[in-house]
């Protein structure tokens, strides 16, 4: 467990890796890859994030990840069907709700950040192709390689990420059998409701370390 959660602190790391401005025309992988080291020096320098400190983490996030990660799109994959069923403001509700507990959920993991690095793969694209999968590696201390890929589509204000893979599993499908349990039994409302709960147990807590 305590392995998965640092994983998934890399697969934040990635997503904060589109953070920055870039010229439009520049490739995904590219932009991936420079960014990455700058995050990932960040989150191991910064005392507050590494221990375990959530407004820090919260601050970072929020500063370098949301303006480019497509949430809402995120959140319409994990709630599949139910998300044509849903009023907008009960989708805005959703997506809200979804992004903060991701970002508590990983903000733990980001104070396991230690000597991992991370490896880009050649991505196999077509300079026309608007949806992409950048490929990686986490190089660990010690144990094999770990791969980490990311699914990026190209949008009206540039390359946003809307899913990961880590350890062969997508992130969005690990929530979307849960959203429906919760769906079924209270709608689209109960599940609003559940990851308010969620969300408000989670910000009472001053630090937040994996474990």
């Known amino acids: 467990m305590k392995l998965m959660k640092q994983l998934l602190a890399m697969a934040t790391i990635a997503f904060a890796t589109a953070a920055q401005a870039a010229p439009a025309t520049e490739a995904p992988d590219v932009l991936v890859k420079r960014i990455s080291q700058d995050v990932i020096d960040t989150a191991k320098a910064d005392k507050a994030i590494q221990a375990g400190d959530i407004k820090r983490v919260t601050e970072l996030v929020e500063s370098k990840i ?3 990660v497509d949430f ?3 959140t319409a994959l994990a709630a599949g069907r139910f998300w044509r069923d849903a009023t907008p403001d009960q989708q805005k509700q959703l997506s809200a709700e979804f992004r903060t507990l991701l970002i508590y959920t990983y903000s733990g993991a ?3 950040i230690k000597n991992e690095t991370v490896e880009f793969k050649p991505m196999r694209a ?3 192709d608007t949806e992409v999968e950048v490929r990686s590696q ?3 201390a010690r144990g094999e ?4 890929n990311y699914r990026v589509a190209k949008t009206p204000s540039g390359w946003k990420i809307y899913d990961i893979n880590v350890l062969g599993a997508w992130l969005v499908e690990t929530y979307k059998s849960s959203f429906a349990s919760e ?3 209270g709608g689209i409302d109960g599940l609003i409701k559940t990851l308010q709960a969620k969300n408000k147990a989670l910000a009472s807590r001053p630090t937040v370390k994996a474990k």
């Open 138 to 140: 986490v190089n660990v």
């Open 145 to 148: 390689p770990v791969p980490l």
């Open 110 to 112: 980001l104070s396991q």
């Open 183 to 185: 769906i079924s039994k």
């Open 72 to 74: 809402q799109r995120m």
């Open 126 to 128: 077509d300079p026309s």
């Open 66 to 68: 949301l303006p480019y």
